[in-house]
């Protein structure tokens, strides 16, 4: 009907109009098409008025316009012949065609979305098994486009709902993925499809995690990814993806050397250019009731959910956290014990060795007895997943206990996924690597200690100390030298009933370790600490009690000297820090009363056995070197210094007894060598950490007003000065490191391998241990606070205070003790006298932007001293032409260093 501005349109044919198109329909036909055969489109109108006369034939109706070719198909054209999976997202499958439902009332609504690793390379931190990211998400409709945005959870207004408008101005959320509306609405559920593909994506971020470990260009190929399964329940949806990555090429490698060696393409896979990696894609309900949130106080560890609180101005300082821990609650408030209405519950994987299964349950239910002391029986529960089972628990609907393998694997991680709100832990996967088997000990000496810069870290957004956690690595490599010890001694055979026993005991103490993580619970690596040398030695006593006042730390093998009766070898029980933790995370409080009773479960950190120090505080993390010798990783007993002596002398044994074994018939061709290493690594750990002693200072977190006590003290001047003493005349020592030729020339390869190594450089391994040390002592942190220790001080107590002067003097006549002695210079100290000066050179010529100018002026005036003693040492006869050389090399350097204008920093 054409409207015309010189002809207006009258009421009376606009009632003509309406007549004709109401007799139109009255004669249409009464078997039309169906809406789901034919798009509906809009009704033909007639291009002018015609007088509604009594008789008068219908008007022909105008053609219909064609279909928008951009509307979605009807729905249930899209799902014709697909099958159904029912739960909170609905999977339709039709031969390879996945399309997941996403129903109107889910839009805007938070839910978890979580990846995982399912299957994976097997080599250089890119391991099955490993949780990948998780996001709070919600579906969002743009036209006909459904996006998964992540809400900006980092920056908050907990009131001040004014400040909440402007922070959601300022801050962006995050695109996760996004897919294209795959059907028209569903005309009775008012959902739409899309099609799953949108999957098919890099959101973990994997091909970072490739690039990182072989430097090429791995790409997502879509064309050759699929689905392997899928899953629905009411509150879980799960879809697990086949990806396939490849990179075009792998290049030829340079005609001349690197300075900076490459790493070399995957060895893992058939061919390097080509990988598949199963990802378990999760969307999982969040709860409806939030879970009351509960405040983390610094004075014990518990993973944290922090964000900044922009709701008002009154609070100086506007960081919250809010601590990680599960849901639990009574069924019985009033009973003194009941058990919980939902328990935690780890699921054991199937691929746990069954020999192993009754060790990692105990791991897992030995945390009851924590729980037990706040009123929960049965809290934690560990349920074994049949060996037939066809579900995968990599999904975010089941905590669990996951066996994984790989060529240079040796760890176990223990992370969690939380709902950012609250804090409240959803799900947990915890991987464990086999690396407790005897046959495992190749591979933690050799193979690991060869790429210990591959990428451990779990992929994805989320990192924190879990993440990172190597227990399971660092406590292989322990169990190795400990039963190379007590094999070479005798009290142990690799295949006999103690060693099984052993070995179980690890494994149960590594699953205690990562289901404390999982439990919301950081590392606490002062809690070695808290037993006294005498009571590791006490059979009786570590019988009955724990051998470190957590399992929460990295606890070192409790092995006895020769000559000592052999206590406990490992952790066996929950500590005394672990009941204080639990207690503070998961006691049952009420609101009301909530902040008092928490304020008093804390002040008890005074007490000696709840000593707690994180991460940081050990030392690691860029920064934070460690100022505290009393926290460490794989210390133990109430003297760490002493237990460094007492490593030292276990190395030496354990030499000792491999030069006198005889090689024997079918003996692995690597064995010798392997019980050698393993001596070096415990060393490469212990020197570094004697040199946290000098210029250390003992750090409490007590918070303001608490206790009184000072918050940082210098360690006693003697303790600083025995640790000095131990690196000059132990680890500075080539007496420390002398080998029977006849023994070094018996040391084969393994000549079945092509990459079969080179002969053992037992200098090399040497100067590994001795430049560690080393280098702590010269560094800006260990200079700045000796500088700064008078100033923590009263000046009654500075009396007797080791100086920098003292320790860099010290450092050098150690180190440089053959130009007064006249003696022939080994060339194992001529090694270590070389990286000495080079560190000396790079200062004098180079400065330093951050060593303290003092620093710089003292060891200006050392070097002085040093050139007089190479002037004078090199006028002597005697000594060999490599002596001579060194010393006229060296005079020549440090002459040229002391000359040089220098070029600051």
């Avoid at 470190?548 to 020769?562: E, F, I, Q, R």
């Amino acid at each position: 009907m054409k409207l015309s501005s010189a002809s207006p349109l009258s009421l009376s044919a606009v009632a003509a109009a309406v007549a004709l198109l109401s007799a139109c329909a009255t004669t249409a036909p009464t078997t039309a098409p169906t809406a789901a055969a034919t798009p509906a489109v809009a009704p033909a109108v007639a291009t002018a008025a015609a007088p509604a006369a009594s008789g008068a034939a219908p008007a022909a109706a105008m053609p219909r316009p064609p279909a928008d070719p951009t509307a979605p198909k009807p729905f249930a054209d899209v799902i014709k012949e697909a099958k159904q999976q029912d739960g909170l997202f609905p999977i339709w499958r039709k031969d390879e065609k996945v399309w997941l439902e996403v129903p109107k009332a889910m839009l805007g609504k938070p839910v978890l979305f979580t990846v995982n690793v399912a299957n994976a390379v097997g080599e250089r931190g890119l391991y099955a098994s490993q949780m990948a990211g998780d996001w709070m998400i919600e579906f969002r409709r743009v036209g006909n486009q459904i996006q998964l945005i992540a809400p900006n959870t980092k920056f908050r207004a907990v009131s001040d709902q004014g400040s909440a408008r402007a922070i959601e101005q300022a801050f962006s959320p995050s695109l996760i993925a996004s897919a294209a509306v795959a059907s028209a609405e569903h005309p009775t559920r008012k959902s739409v499809l899309i099609d799953a593909g949108f999957l098919f994506a890099d959101i973990a971020g994997y091909s970072t995690n490739l690039e990182m470990a072989y430097r090429l260009p791995f790409a997502l190929d879509r064309a050759n990814s699929s689905f392997d399964s899928t899953r629905a329940e009411k509150e879980l949806t799960t879809l697990t993806a086949r990806m396939h990555f490849a990179t075009a090429r792998i290049p030829a490698p340079p005609l001349m050397p690197s300075p900076v060696p490459a790493p070399t393409p995957p060895r893992a896979t058939p061919d390097p250019r080509s990988m598949f990696v199963s990802f378990v894609y999760s969307f999982a309900a969040l709860p409806e009731q939030l879970m009351s949130t509960r405040a983390a106080d610094p004075r014990l560890g518990h993973f944290s959910e922090s964000f900044t609180d922009l709701g008002g101005d009154m609070k100086a300082a506007n960081r919250v956290h809010y601590i990680h821990r599960w849901r639990l609650e009574k069924k019985d408030p009033a009973a003194a014990l009941s058990e919980p209405v939902k328990p935690i519950v780890y699921w054991m994987d199937k691929n746990i060795p069954a020999k192993y299964r009754a060790s990692v349950e105990a791991g897992i239910t030995e945390w009851n007895k924590a729980f037990e002391k706040i009123g929960f029986k049965n809290a934690v529960l560990a349920k074994q997943q049949p060996d037939d089972a066809d579900w995968d628990n990599m999904d975010a609907g089941h905590a669990s206990i996951r066996w994984f393998v790989g060529a240079d694997v040796g760890f176990a991680i223990g992370p969690s996924n939380t709902d950012p709100r609250t804090g409240e832990i959803l799900d947990a996967d915890i991987g464990m690597s086999d690396v407790f088997s005897r046959g495992s000990r190749r591979l933690i000496a050799e193979d690991i200690g060869k790429s210990a810069d591959a990428p451990l870290a779990r992929i994805g957004h989320s990192h924190d100390e879990a993440a990172f956690c190597n227990y399971a690595h660092e406590a292989a490599a322990d169990m190795s030298f400990a039963l190379d010890v007590l094999e070479a001694r005798g009290d142990i055979a690799p295949d006999s009933p103690e060693a099984e026993a052993y070995v179980q005991s690890v494994i149960k103490d590594t699953i205690m370790h990562e289901v404390g993580h999982t439990l919301g619970l950081k590392h606490n690596f002062k809690a070695s600490t808290t037993v006294t040398q005498a009571q590791l030695k006490d059979k009786a006593w570590t019988d009955a009690n724990p051998i470190s006042g957590s399992v929460m730390d990295y606890n070192a093998v409790n092995l006895a000297l020769k000559g000592e009766a052999q206590a406990a070898y490992n952790p066996h029980t929950l500590g005394p820090y672990d009941y204080w933790a639990i207690e503070y995370a998961y006691k049952p409080i009420a609101k009301a009363q909530e902040a008092a009773e928490l304020a008093k479960i804390a002040a008890r950190s005074t007490e000696p056995q709840l000593a707690y120090a994180d991460d940081q505080d050990a030392g690691g993390f860029g920064a934070y070197d460690g100022m505290d010798p009393m926290a460490n990783r794989f210390d133990l007993g109430d003297d760490p210094l002493a237990y460094y002596k007492k490593r030292f002398k276990l190395s030496q044994e354990l030499w000792a007894r491999v030069q006198d074994r005889k090689p024997q018939a079918g003996d692995d061709p690597l064995r010798q060598r392997r019980s050698l290493m393993a001596g070096f690594s415990q060393l490469g750990r212990a020197a570094e950490l004697v040199g946290k002693y000098v210029g250390g200072m003992h750090a409490v977190r007590d918070l303001p007003g608490s206790t009184g006590r000072a918050s940082f003290t210098p360690v006693d001047p003697a303790k600083q000065r025995e640790a000095l003493q131990f690196l000059s005349t132990g680890l500075f020592s080539v007496d420390s490191f002398k080998f029977r030729p006849e023994f070094l020339s018996s040391l084969t390869l393994d000549y079945n391998e092509g990459d079969r190594g080179v002969p053992l450089n037992i200098p090399a391994a040497v100067a590994r241990i001795q430049t560690g040390a080393m280098d702590r002592l010269l560094a800006t942190n260990t200079a700045t606070r000796l500088l700064d220790m008078p100033s923590y001080l009263p000046e009654a107590k500075r009396r007797g205070l080791i100086s920098l002067s003292e320790v860099y003097l010290t450092l050098q006549n150690s180190i440089w003790s053959e130009l007064k002695s006249g003696a022939e210079i080994d060339r194992m100290r001529r090694n270590l006298q070389r990286e000495h000066l080079k560190r000396v050179q790079a200062l004098l010529t180079r400065g330093s932007a951050t060593l303290p100018p003092d620093a710089l002026s003292l060891m200006r005036l050392h070097a002085t001293q040093l050139q007089g003693e190479l002037r004078a040492a090199s006028a002597k006869g005697g000594l060999s032409v490599e002596s001579r050389a060194h010393l006229a090399e060296s005079l020549s350097s440090l002459s040229e260093a002391l000359r040089a204008t220098m070029s600051r920093s």
